[in-house]
């Protein structure tokens, strides 16, 4: 009886300390990523950063209807402007939207659409560029997906939203939610 209570309780400490830790904010290269933001609730972290390194890491957060992947990396580079329409942000931004149309190619998605591209927040500097694609993954699932970059602390910041099903105002809602991101995560 007395193993059972000591078994029991150190099951319920350690699911304090699990829940615990799951609140939070976990950072890397100076980013917070705290448990919420807005709706978003964090899921999985993923260190890409231990077997290829350069790439950095990747944090997901998820809301009713949305998917949001964030990842921050520097492809092993030293230097990295801030500035969207610098060559190194140019090069990574259309390389980025060309691994989307790789990923049709390799069977993952069933029909890729791009569409509308913006600066996010609309400003003279703008944080982010962002492209609006349309991605069908087979079997009537298509959402409209927004990709952004941008990069600061010598790091680039790259973010995939997918909204389900698709809706209106695609980039506008991406905008809100970029602003959200790039407040909590201290961009």
């Known amino acids: 009886m007395r193993g059972l209570r000591i078994l029991l309780a150190t099951a319920a400490l350690v699911s304090f300390a699990i829940a615990a830790h799951a609140q939070e904010?976990?950072?890397?290269?100076?980013?917070?990523?705290p448990p919420q933001i807005g709706a978003?609730?964090?899921?999985?972290?993923?260190?890409?950063e231990k077997d290829n390194p350069g790439a950095g890491y990747g944090i997901r957060y998820?809301?009713?209807?949305?998917?949001?992947?964030?990842?921050?990396?520097?492809?092993?580079?030293?230097?990295?402007?801030?500035?969207?329409?610098?060559e190194?942000?140019?090069a990574e931004f259309h390389t980025s939207i060309r691994a989307i149309h790789n990923a049709k190619t390799r069977g993952l998605y069933r029909e890729v659409k791009e569409g509308r591209e913006f600066e996010t927040?609309?400003?003279?500097?703008?944080?982010?560029?962002?492209?609006?694609?349309?991605?069908?993954r087979g079997?009537?699932?298509?959402?409209?997906?927004?990709?952004?970059?941008?990069?600061q602390n010598e790091k680039f910041f790259k973010t995939r939203i997918a909204f389900t099903p698709q809706g209106a105002q695609v980039a506008e809602r991406a905008d809100k939610l970029m602003r959200e991101i790039a407040r909590a995560a201290k961009f």
Request: net charge neutral.
């Open 40 to 48: 978003l609730t964090r899921g999985a972290t993923t260190d890409f």
């Open 88 to 90: 190194d942000q140019k």
């Open 121 to 136: 927040p609309a400003v003279k500097n703008p944080f982010f560029r962002c492209k609006v694609l349309v991605i069908d």
């Open 62 to 86: 998820n809301a009713e209807g949305i998917r949001v992947d964030i990842f921050v990396y520097d492809l092993g580079k030293r230097k990295i402007s801030w500035d969207v329409f610098s």
């Open 139 to 151: 079997e009537g699932r298509v959402e409209d997906s927004v990709l952004c970059l941008g990069a």
């Open 25 to 33: 904010a976990v950072s890397y290269y100076g980013f917070s990523f």
